[in-house]
C-alpha cells in the first residue's frame, strides 16, 4: 500500500508559502452539515403546586364555570386548581397578579404551553358546575389512585354497535369504517405513554362503530395509543391567553393526554403556533390564562409550565405485501411519535388518481370495492396506500408513508 508522505508542521508552512507565491487561492474548510443547533429557550413555571397565594395566582369563574383551589389532590407541591367546564365559554381564569413575560417562548416555533392535569374516572356525572361529584370511584382518585376502565362512549350520540359510517369517497375502494376512531379532522386525542409512547391496552374493545366526531366505547381500561377515548369526557379544548399587548385563543384544540409515568396524571400541550393573533401582538406579557372544554368535565392541574418541543415526526413502517379480496374489510393502523404533538392521520387508498383523503385516524378498517388493473401479461398492479401524518399546529414538518394492496376479484 502506498502511503502519503507526512510532511509535518514544516512541510505544511512551505505548502502554504507555496501557495502564497503562486497567487493560487487558498480554499476554505467544508461547511459542516446538517442545521446550526437552535438557541435554546427557558422553559417557565407558571404554576408549580404551591399555594395560589404564594403563587401570586387569583382564580375567578368565566360564564357558569368554576375555578378553585384544591389542597386535597396536588400533582407537586401543596394544591392543584380544579376548574369545572361545560363547553367553550364557560370555564376557569388563572390570573396571574404578575404577569409573566412570554416574549421568548411565544417566538419559539416549537413553543408549547404544557398542563399536567388529572380527571375524574369515566362514569362520573361531571361537574353539578360547582360540585365535586363524591363517593364511589371519586374516593380513589382523590386518594392519588389510577383511572378506572373505561365505559361506552363519553358524551355525544352514536349509533348502535356494528354500524359504519361513510367515508368522503369509494375511490380504490368503499367506504372507510372506523371501529375506533373517526372524527372530521382525524385530529388524535385519547392517551398516550409518556413522550408520545404507546399506552398498552388492558381490556377489550366494548364498542362498535363510531361516527366522525366521536368514539367507539371500550371494555378495558384504555385502547392502544393515539386513539380518541380516555379519562376526560372532554376531547377538545378552548385556551385564551390575555396579554398586556391584547389575547390569542387556541379553539377547537385536540385534548392529547400523555401517561405521567404511573402516578395517574396526564399531560396535555397546546403549541403556541396553535394560538391565533399571537404573532400579531407587539409583546407577550402574559396576564391570563383561561380554560374551557367542550363537554362538561371536571379538571385538577397540578402544574402549567411552558417549552420547547422540537421532537420530529416518527411514524412506524406500515404493514406491506397485503393481498386481499374484493369486498373484504382490512384494517389499516399506524403509529407516530413526535414529542407532546397532537397528530392527524390522513389516509389515500389509491395514489394513482392523486393524493387525497379518503379516510382519516390512526387505525381504521377500508374496504376495497373494485380489484387491482390487470397488465398485459395478467399481473395486477397494487394500489398503492399513501398516509400522511400532520402535527396539528403546522409546527413541525408533516411525514407520509406508503404501502401496496393487492386486490383480487
Not at 11 to 29: K, M, N, Q
Not at 189 to 206: E, F, H, L, N
Request: charged share 20%; glycine share 16%; hydrophobic share 35%.
Amino acid at each position: 500500500m502506498r502511503r502519503r508522505a507526512n510532511l509535518g508542521r514544516t512541510g505544511a508552512i512551505l505548502a502554504l508559502g507555496i501557495a502564497l507565491a503562486s497567487g493560487v487561492p487558498l480554499r476554505a474548510a467544508p461547511p459542516t452539515t446538517g442545521a446550526s443547533p437552535r438557541a435554546a429557550v427557558p422553559a417557565l413555571e407558571l404554576f408549580d403546586g404551591r399555594p395560589m397565594s404564594a403563587m401570586g395566582i387569583r382564580l375567578a369563574s368565566w360564564g357558569s364555570g368554576t375555578a378553585t383551589e384544591a389542597k386535597d389532590v396536588s400533582y407537586t407541591g401543596e394544591s392543584s386548581i380544579r376548574i369545572g367546564y361545560h363547553g367553550y365559554y364557560s370555564g376557569g381564569r388563572i390570573i396571574l397578579e404578575q404577569p409573566r413575560d412570554l416574549n421568548q417562548q411565544c417566538r419559539d416555533p416549537y413553543g408549547i404551553l404544557e398542563f399536567t392535569v388529572k380527571y375524574p374516572p369515566p362514569g362520573h356525572a361531571g361537574p353539578s358546575v360547582a360540585g365535586m361529584p363524591g363517593g364511589g370511584p371519586m374516593e380513589a382518585f382523590m386518594a392519588g389512585g389510577g383511572m378506572g376502565p373505561m365505559g361506552g362512549a363519553p358524551g355525544g350520540v352514536y349509533p348502535p354497535a356494528g354500524t359504519r359510517p361513510q367515508s368522503r369517497s369509494a375511490r380504490g375502494g368503499g367506504y372507510a369504517q372506523s371501529g375506533r376512531q373517526a372524527q372530521p379532522r382525524s385530529t388524535q386525542g385519547g392517551v398516550y405513554a409518556p413522550s408520545g409512547g404507546r399506552a398498552q391496552p388492558q381490556g377489550g374493545r366494548g364498542g362498535g362503530y363510531a361516527p366522525p366526531g366521536g368514539a367507539a366505547g371500550w371494555g378495558g381500561a384504555y385502547p392502544p395509543a393515539n386513539e380518541q377515548v380516555g379519562p376526560a369526557a372532554t376531547r377538545r379544548v378552548r385556551v385564551v391567553l390575555v396579554f398586556e399587548e391584547g389575547t390569542a385563543v387556541a379553539t377547537n384544540y385536540p385534548l392529547a393526554l400523555f401517561a405521567d409515568a404511573d402516578t395517574g396524571w396526564f399531560k396535555f400541550t397546546v403549541p403556541f403556533a396553535a394560538f391565533k393573533g399571537l404573532d400579531q401582538l407587539s409583546g407577550h406579557t402574559l396576564k391570563e390564562i383561561r380554560l374551557f372544554g367542550d363537554a362538561r368535565d371536571l379538571v385538577w392541574i397540578g402544574q402549567i409550565r411552558t417549552r420547547s418541543d422540537d421532537e420530529e415526526i416518527v411514524v412506524d413502517p406500515l404493514e406491506s405485501g397485503l393481498v386481499v379480496a374484493v369486498g373484504e374489510p382490512v384494517e389499516f393502523s399506524a403509529t407516530a411519535t413526535a414529542g407532546f404533538s397532537a397528530l392527524d392521520y390522513s389516509w389515500d387508498f389509491d395514489k394513482e388518481d392523486g393524493i387525497q383523503e379518503d379516510a382519516t385516524g390512526s387505525r381504521l378498517v377500508h374496504v376495497f370495492r373494485k380489484p387491482s388493473p390487470l397488465l398485459s401479461n395478467g399481473d395486477a398492479v397494487p394500489f398503492t396506500v399513501t398516509l400522511t401524518i400532520t402535527d396539528v399546529s403546522g409546527a413541525k414538518k408533516q411525514v407520509r408513508r406508503e404501502t401496496d394492496v393487492t386486490v383480487n376479484e
